[in-house]
């Protein structure tokens, strides 16, 4: 189903609701609740990717999980970014549903929640004015029926006659009168005073009770009437202990006044200061002496706004009351930020009559709250900006670009080889390399350019107001820079870095396309060499996508078994007897049709399937060879081993697992090595190599001359047999260099007693030149290109035997 047809559906709906793309996340429709939610229409919002709407990181990590296929179904409140930049709260429901086979979509509806976090707020402050009205009642009131049954008490009255948490829990009247009686100092005086008021039900009265805490309440007594007719009585208890002790307070308050860590002053109604506590004069850095009879308004100002501190005044009139944020003149020091509380106090007619301004330093809080900041925007090793501030500045920079036809570049940079330096020196000393990379790409750039470090070894520049030319000058500045030697604890070693560029508008309109494209014009860079800069074209993600089909296909190749193999034979020159076969890995897909190793081999070299490959030829080739071995017809069979399958730890244990399994004689199993596997680790090779010769295995050098030869490994190494690459042999007999090659291989293969075999014969010359060289084999389409095992078999019956 289209998403027009859609619409009619989602429109009914009262709630808001879009349909995304599952691939691209981009809102495909949208109804008219929707947009009107957001304040956009709904043009605007069709096409658009989901992700710019959200207001939170983490809503960007959730789209991210929804595109990776992570999540199919969510239920949250979350926020959204309305036309006005205001974060909407919403309640939203996320599901995927398949309005067609294959095409799946995700619906999203959406409610508002600001009405409902509206009535919650005023809900929410109804009940904190109610419970602080409660909160701050005088009196504790207890009502009793004409009876005594107690009706109800506050929670005052419990706590002035320190009533136990089990009988606030439970209802048990005489267990709470009990109580009572037993908190007054005079118990018998308190009962018969009680059973007076009981007895007169119109008793209005009121008496003093000494508590055994101390305590001294006030007690009123009055009946509760309902239609004129008394219907109960209500006790009221006031606390008078403060009246006694006023004096007492008064001498702790002083005392609380010269010992606070805030610093206190206090004012006449004309803002003349009349007292000041120690913690004042301190952060003022001014005595007492000189506060007195000063304006408190000359204590603050704002440097940015003159007119502040008359408006501090002018609200203190208005409101009784001013906070904020200000700076503290001082006499000797520099400025330094406060926080003020201003309190402006009024007499019973209303006048005003002192001031009460209570402030503290805020300049470790605010080195805190920066710090905090720096954390969150900003990279912990370098102190660049992190990808989130790359972001907010890159929004705002596409939002004006957009609008004024501006132009900016993305520039994606990735040091080369930089996990030698980590593996070889440490992560420390990596990191350190870290900072002084960061610190020469900066000084490449402009103030109004944004470095980023994204983590690991990866950069990302974004380039503001800058061309295609622009950008490769810069390109060019920072290889040039970065090619200088770096020095760190007088070591001195070289950097190199890949950039992939990316620029707006033609690469992408997002941040984040721009990045992608960027990373993908660098890996291309990584792929021809490194060290150098690339552009960004369309053409890429299509190499890419290729070979990510293709990295799949071939995965699923080998778990449908769609691999096979095929034997090209190794032909005596001497005789014309069949002396080994080369197995030859082929694949045949539906939809790629023959795939040939040339494509594929490379591909999952470099993505480490080659393991998987190479252990499925060595099993299957053993597999043939024992078969044709039980059949009478021994033959032996070689392979070629990669040298990512060479380097695995446990390869001479499953070579030897597969022999065992099969039963096949080592002798008839022959591995080609490249010449860069014997050359890599050298010594590790040769432990290896001795490891496989003590098995049986024989041992051969493919593509021999095409690599980093080394005359060394050839009287080192257990190798038996050279084979002469086809480029060599191409020429043969008429190009000189080839003939020159080829004589010097078999002369030198024969002064070291090695066996040699010629690959790529085509035609009758080619071998005729090899023979006449006493070159001992040759394989080729001359004899037979790669076959089945069962069209091979055939062709064995066909050559001469031995």
């Not at 000189?290 to 003159?306: C, I």
């Not at 019973?348 to 300049?363: E, M, P």
């Not at 033959?635 to 039963?663: C, Y």
């Not at 037979?784 to 031995?802: I, V, Y």
Request: glycine content about 6%.
């Amino acid at each position: 189903m289209k998403p027009l047809a859609w619409s009619p559906l989602i429109e009914g709906l009262l709630e808001a609701v879009w349909l995304v793309d599952p691939v691209t996340l981009r809102i495909l429709a949208v109804n008219r609740a929707a947009a009107e939610l957001l304040g956009l229409v709904s043009e605007d919002l069709v096409g658009k990717p989901a992700i710019e709407l959200t207001a939170t990181p983490e809503d960007q990590f959730f789209w991210e999980d929804i595109a990776a296929g992570l999540i199919n179904n969510i239920h949250s409140e979350t926020l959204l970014r309305g036309a006005d930049g205001i974060a909407i709260p919403v309640e939203r429901r996320v599901s995927r549903v398949w309005p067609e086979p294959e095409h799946p979509v995700y619906v999203v509806g959406i409610r508002d929640l600001r009405q409902q976090r509206r009535t919650e707020d005023e809900l929410e402050r109804l009940v904190a004015e109610l419970r602080a009205t409660l909160e701050s009642t005088a009196d504790g009131i207890l009502v009793s029926d004409l009876n005594g049954a107690i009706r109800n008490y506050n929670r005052h009255f419990a706590a002035l006659w320190d009533v136990p948490e089990e009988l606030l829990l439970t209802r048990h009247d005489a267990a709470l009168y009990a109580h009572l009686a037993n908190r007054v100092l005079d118990g018998p005086s308190y009962a018969r005073r009680l059973q007076e008021i009981s007895d007169n039900v119109l008793l209005e009265t009121s008496d003093v009770l000494i508590l055994t805490s101390g305590r001294v309440l006030e007690r009123v007594t009055r009946p509760q009437y309902s239609r004129g007719q008394p219907t109960g009585r209500v006790f009221s208890f006031r606390d008078i202990t403060q009246s006694r002790d006023a004096e007492s307070r008064l001498r702790l308050a002083a005392k609380v006044f010269e010992s606070s860590l805030d610093a206190i002053f206090i004012t006449s109604a004309d803002f003349a200061i009349l007292a000041v506590n120690p913690a004042c004069e301190r952060l003022t850095e001014t005595s007492l002496a000189q506060l007195m009879g000063s304006s408190s308004e000359e204590l603050f100002h704002d440097p940015h706004d003159q007119k502040m501190i008359a408006r501090v005044g002018q609200t203190l009139i208005e409101e009784n009351y001013w906070r904020g944020q200000v700076w503290l003149k001082r006499k000797i020091g520099a400025s330094c930020a406060v926080q003020v509380s201003w309190v402006l106090l009024r007499d019973d007619q209303g006048a005003v009559s002192h001031t009460i301004g209570f402030f503290k330093d805020l300049t470790e809080e605010l080195a805190a709250q920066k710090r905090i900041e720096q954390l969150a925007y900003s990279d912990v090793l370098t102190g660049l900006p992190n990808r989130l501030m790359l972001s907010q500045r890159a929004d705002f920079a596409v939002r004006m670009a957009e609008r004024n036809g501006g132009e900016f570049g993305v520039f994606f940079i990735d040091l080369d080889r930089f996990k030698n330096i980590n593996d070889s020196m440490g992560h420390s000393f990596g990191d350190r390399v870290l900072v002084e990379v960061a610190d020469r790409i900066k000084r490449c750039l402009r103030d109004i350019d944004t470095l980023c470090r994204l983590g690991g070894d990866e950069f990302v520049i974004f380039l503001q107001e800058i061309d295609a030319h622009g950008a490769e000058v810069l390109a060019r500045r920072i290889l040039d820079l970065m090619g200088r030697p770096f020095q760190i604890d007088e070591m001195s070693f070289s950097v190199g870095c890949s950039i992939g560029i990316a620029l707006f508008p033609e690469d992408g309109r997002t941040l984040d396309e721009l990045i992608k494209c960027a990373d993908t014009a660098m890996y291309l860079v990584k792929e021809r060499g490194r060290g150098s800069f690339r552009f960004y074209q369309p053409q890429m993600n299509v190499d890419l996508l290729s070979r990510m089909k293709m990295d799949h296909a071939m995965r699923q190749a080998m778990e449908q078994g769609l691999f096979r193999l095929h034997y090209q034979p190794q032909i005596s020159l001497a005789n014309g007897q069949l002396l080994a076969a080369e197995a030859l890995i082929r694949w045949s897909d539906a939809e790629l049709g023959n795939v040939p190793p040339s494509l594929f081999i490379p591909l999952a070299e470099e993505t480490g399937f080659i393991i998987t490959v190479g252990n499925w030829v060595l099993e299957e080739a053993v597999r043939q060879a024992a078969a044709w071995q039980n059949r009478g017809t021994p033959v032996v069979v070689s392979i070629n081993v990669s040298a990512l399958q060479f380097q695995q730890s446990d390869f001479v244990e499953m070579v030897a697992s597969v022999i065992r399994g099969t039963g096949l004689a080592p002798q008839l199993l022959e591995l080609e090595l490249t010449e860069s596997i014997l050359v890599k680790d050298a010594n590790e090779a040769l432990g290896r190599l001795h490891a496989l010769a003590t098995l049986g295995v024989a041992m051969s050098i493919d593509d021999f001359g095409t690599g980093y030869s080394s005359l060394a490994y050839l009287k080192k190494f257990p190798i038996s047999k050279l084979k002469i690459d086809r480029s060599f042999v191409t020429g043969l007999p008429e190009d000189e260099s080839d003939r020159a090659i080829v004589s010097a291989t078999i002369g030198m293969a024969r002064g070291l007693k090695l066996k040699v075999v010629a690959e790529g014969v085509e035609t009758v010359a080619q071998r005729d030149y090899l023979a006449a060289l006493d070159c001992e084999s040759f394989q080729g389409y001359l004899c037979s290109p790669g076959l089945p095992a069962h069209e091979f078999e055939e062709l064995m019956r066909s050559l001469p035997q031995a």
